[in-house]
C-alpha cells in the first residue's frame, strides 16, 4: 500500500527483525522468513488436543492480564499456541512476530472468508455465540480475498489516500482547540472522556464529508453503540441513517470528500456498498484511535522517560506514538484467518478450515525480535499494530496523524498537564480482543473561557448545544427489554451493530 502520509525513509527495525527482510511495501504475497519446519512426529493437529488442557482466551481469569497468558502460551508453546474460544472452540493464537506475518502476507494458505472455519461446517458454533458477530462473514473487503478483494479494498485505498493531510491537521487542530476550551476553565479533566473519545469522530466526520453538525451526535452515538448499552441499536440507526442520507446528497453535491471518493471509484461501489465500507472506516478508525490517543497521554504522563525527554525537547510525540505501538496496540488481537489447506505454522500442524489468530500485541514483544522490552524504540514502525499484507490497515497514517497532531495540541495549549491521581489508581477493562483505559485524569492551570458571540456554545465538544441538522436524524426509540435479534447462520447477512461491536469492543 502506498500513501500520501508515509515517511519516504526507510526505518531500521530491531536487530533481527523480519518486517523488512520481505521488502513488501505494497501488501503482496511473499514469504516472511517463514518458520516452515515440519513438526515432530507426535505433533498432533487442533482436533486431536485435549479440550481439558487447553487455556482460555475469554473470562475473567484470562482478561485480568492478557500480557501475562500470552507470555504463558509462548513458554508452552513457542510460536504458535492452541487455545480456547468462546464455546470452548479451539484456535491457533499466533504469538510470534516472524509467524504473524507469515500469516498476514501468505492469504493463499490464510484466508480471511471465514466461511472455511471447520467449526462453523461442522455446525458447533451457537447462534448465539459471542463469536459470531466477530467472524460472521459479510460481504465486505475484509472478509474477501483474491479480485474482489482488490476491487474493494482498491477503491477504500485510493479513497483514503486522496485525504490532503494539511487538511487532517486543520480539522484536528480546530476540534483540539475546542474540545480543550470545553473543559479548560475547570482545570481538570478525564482526557479519554473529554479529548481522546471525541476527536477522532469529530475529525472523520469531516474528512467522510458529512454536514458538520452531525459531528458531536454520531460521537455520542459512536461511543454508546460501541459499549453494547441498551440503547446501542438505536444509535447504529443512527449512524446508518447519516451515512446513507450523506450518500444521497454526495450525488447531487460531490466533494472532496472519502464519500465522493468511492462513489467515483472505477471499481463501481453501489451505494450501499460506499455506506457500508464508509462505517467500517468511520468507526474502526474512530475506536482504534481514541486508544491510541489515551494510550500514548498515558505514557507521556506516567513515564519518566518521556517526561524527560518532552521536557528537555529530545523525545517528540511521533515518537511517543511508536512506543505505544510496540507495547499497546489500539487492537491486541485480531480474528482471525483461515487456513486454505493443511500446513505448518511455527511447528505447528495447521489442517485446512482451521482458525488461527492474531497475535498483534504478543507478537510486539516477541523476544526473537525484541529481546529487551525496556529498550525505547524511537522511529521504529516495524511492529504489528496496523498488520501487514493485503489486509494492511488502510487508514493508519490518517489515524497517526489525527492522534500526532491532537496530542501536539493538547500539550500546547496547557503545557503544565499533570496527572491527577496515583498511576496505580489508573484501570482498564479488558475483552479478548482489545485492551482500554478507563479514565485518565488530568490538571492543569485553568484557562479562561472566551464569551462565545453569537449566543450559543461554539465547541462541537462533549457538552455543546449544536444546531439542529436541516434534516433530523432522529434514532427510533430504544427497546431495552427487546430479545436480541437471532444470530444467521455462516454465510448470511450480518446487522452492522452486532459485527462491528463484536469486532470491536468483544
Not at 112 to 140: C, H, N, Y
Not at 340 to 349: E, I, K
Not at 477 to 488: C, G, I, M
Request: hydrophobic residues 40%; charged residues 25%.
Amino acid at each position: 500500500m502506498t500513501s500520501p502520509f508515509r515517511d519516504d525513509a526507510l526505518l531500521a527495525p530491531p536487530a533481527g527483525c523480519p518486517a523488512h527482510r520481505a521488502g513488501d511495501p505494497g501488501g503482496r504475497e511473499q514469504a516472511v522468513f517463514d518458520p516452515l519446519d515440519e513438526p515432530g512426529p507426535d505433533e498432533p493437529a487442533l482436533d486431536e488436543l485435549p479440550v481439558a488442557g487447553l487455556r482460555r482466551l475469554y473470562g475473567p481469569a484470562a482478561e485480568a492480564d492478557p500480557a501475562g497468558l500470552y507470555e504463558q502460551l509462548r513458554a508452552e508453546y513457542g510460536e504458535v499456541a492452541p487455545v480456547l474460544l468462546h464455546g470452548d472452540l479451539p484456535a491457533w493464537l499466533v504469538l510470534g512476530h516472524t509467524s504473524n506475518l507469515t500469516v498476514m502476507r501468505t492469504p493463499s494458505r490464510f484466508s480471511r472468508d471465514s466461511r472455511r472455519w471447520t467449526a462453523f461446517r461442522e455446525g458447533k458454533v451457537a447462534t448465539d455465540s459471542p463469536l459470531m458477530p466477530v467472524i460472521a462473514w459479510q460481504p465486505l473487503c475484509v472478509f474477501a480475498d483474491g479480485a474482489e478483494h482488490r476491487r474493494l479494498r482498491g477503491a477504500v485505498t485510493d479513497g483514503l489516500n486522496g485525504t490532503d493531510r494539511r487538511g487532517v491537521r486543520r480539522f484536528v487542530t480546530r476540534y483540539t482547540a475546542e474540545l480543550v476550551e470545553e473543559f479548560g476553565a475547570s482545570g481538570r479533566a478525564d482526557l479519554v472522556s473529554r479529548f481522546a473519545e471525541h476527536l477522532p469522530m469529530l475529525v472523520m466526520t469531516q474528512l467522510v464529508g458529512m454536514p458538520e453538525e452531525y459531528g458531536p451526535r454520531l460521537v455520542e452515538a459512536a461511543r454508546d453503540l460501541m459499549k453494547g448499552t441498551e440503547t446501542a441499536i438505536a444509535s447504529n440507526d443512527h449512524v446508518v441513517a447519516a451515512l446513507r442520507r450523506t450518500v444521497e446528497r454526495k450525488h447531487g453535491d460531490p466533494g472532496p470528500d472519502l464519500c465522493t471518493r468511492l462513489m467515483r471509484h472505477e471499481a463501481g461501489l453501489t451505494d450501499e456498498e460506499v455506506m457500508e465500507h464508509l462505517r467500517v472506516v468511520l468507526l474502526a478508525a474512530n475506536e482504534t484511535t481514541v486508544n491510541l490517543i489515551a494510550d500514548t497521554l498515558k505514557m507521556i504522563l506516567t513515564d519518566e522517560r518521556f517526561r524527560a525527554h518532552l521536557s528537555g525537547g529530545h523525545m517528540t510525540v511521533p515518537d511517543a506514538l511508536d512506543q505505544v505501538l510496540w507495547d499497546a496496540p489500539p487492537m491486541s488481537l485480531v480474528a482471525g484467518r483461515w487456513a486454505t489447506g493443511d500446513t505448518v505454522l511455527g511447528g505447528r500442524r495447521i489442517k485446512a478450515g482451521d482458525m488461527l489468530l492474531l497475535g498483534l500485541a504478543a507478537g510486539n514483544v516477541d523476544p526473537v525480535v525484541r529481546p529487551d522490552p525496556t529498550r525505547p524504540l524511537h522511529g521504529n514502525r516495524s511492529h504489528l499494530s496496523f498488520g501487514g499484507g493485503p489486509h494492511e490497515c488502510p487508514g493508519q497514517d490518517i489515524g497517526r496523524a489525527i492522534a500526532e497532531t491532537g496530542i501536539d495540541c493538547l500539550l500546547t495549549l496547557l503545557p503544565d498537564l499533570r496527572l491527577a491521581v496515583p498511576e496505580s489508581e489508573l484501570t482498564w477493562t479488558s475483552a479478548w480482543l482489545s485492551r482500554h483505559l478507563v479514565e485518565l485524569p488530568v490538571e492543569f492551570t485553568p484557562r479562561e473561557r472566551p464569551p462565545a458571540t453569537d449566543g450559543t456554545n461554539r465547541t462541537s465538544g462533549a457538552n455543546a448545544a449544536v444546531p439542529v441538522p436541516p434534516e433530523p436524524l432522529e434514532p427510533a426509540d430504544p427497546v431495552p427489554s427487546a430479545e436480541p435479534e437471532a444470530v444467521p447462520p455462516p454465510g448470511a447477512r450480518r446487522g452492522w451493530w452486532d459485527t462491528l461491536t463484536g469486532w470491536l469492543r468483544r
